[in-house]
């Protein structure tokens, strides 16, 4: 089955780490990029950036440089969205979207449930 | 930066209805544009790329129009479970994407 599972929930205090997984299956994992996407609370989709699966390149929008950090592992077909010095406004849901292209038109086609990281005192 | 607006950014419709969303892009994208339904806890899911392509398994009753800088999504007979948010996004600045605000989608 072609999918993206991602890791559960996570609380963290201020100040602290925390590391999301996004695991693919039912597909060449290195054969498609992986965007990151955040929704904050009650917000609408705020994409962050996405890794080259094949080479392990990030590319980080404005606003997601210093903090954030995408990796990935082909041994497992798992990619990571890691973030440091956590605040609270960094609470929201994180979703890992596989990119496809038709026609040179990219477009997110498999999406993974989301990871909620809640950053609170 | 390509900026992108929708409207409005909430309806209330009743079953059966014909409902239609519009997106603008702050500058020409051509046919860059993508469409997502959104329901509550729930993941965004892929309806229409490349402006007007319907995603295989998206029901017929949805449809996209448009190039250049203003796009729509149409409904043409709302049904209970389209009741959700719908988010355009941009790829013609690709490897950057935009989303529009969303628009959100009610019973009346």
């Known amino acids: 089955q072609v999918q993206l599972v991602q890791s559960g929930s996570e609380l963290k205090k201020p100040g602290a780490s925390v590391k999301v997984s996004c695991k693919a299956s039912?597909?060449?994992?290195?054969?498609?990029?992986i965007n990151w996407v955040r929704q904050a609370p009650g917000q609408g989709l705020e994409w962050m950036g996405w890794?080259?699966?094949?080479?392990?390149?990030?590319t980080y929008d404005q606003g997601f440089t210093g903090r954030f950090v995408f990796s990935s592992d082909t041994s497992v077909s798992t990619t990571y969205l890691q973030i440091s010095s956590l605040k609270a406004e960094d609470s929201a849901v994180y979703y890992c979207?596989?990119?496809?292209?038709?026609?040179?038109?990219?477009?997110?086609?498999?999406w993974g449930r989301g990871t909620l990281v809640t950053v609170s005192s | 930066d390509i900026q992108m607006t929708q409207s409005p950014s909430s309806l209330s419709a009743s079953v059966g209805d014909r409902v239609t969303i519009t997106c603008r892009a702050s500058?020409?994208?051509?046919?860059?544009l993508n469409w997502y339904q959104q329901k509550p806890g729930k993941a965004p899911k892929l309806l229409i790329y490349?402006?007007?392509s319907l995603q295989s398994g998206v029901p017929s009753r949805f449809s996209g129009s448009g190039s250049g800088t203003d796009f729509t999504l149409t409904i043409s007979s709302l049904q209970p479970e389209d009741f959700a948010t719908y988010y355009c996004?941009?790829?013609?600045?690709?490897?950057?994407?935009?989303f529009g605000p969303g628009t959100k989608v009610d019973i009346k």
């Open positions: 490349a402006a007007s």
């Open positions: 500058q020409s994208i051509s046919n860059y």
């Open positions: 890794i080259n699966t094949n080479t392990g390149n990030p």
């Open positions: 979207a596989r990119a496809l292209t038709s026609s040179g038109v990219w477009y997110f086609d498999l």
């Open positions: 996004q941009q790829s013609y600045s690709t490897p950057r994407f935009t």
């Open positions: 039912g597909y060449t994992f290195s054969s498609y990029s």
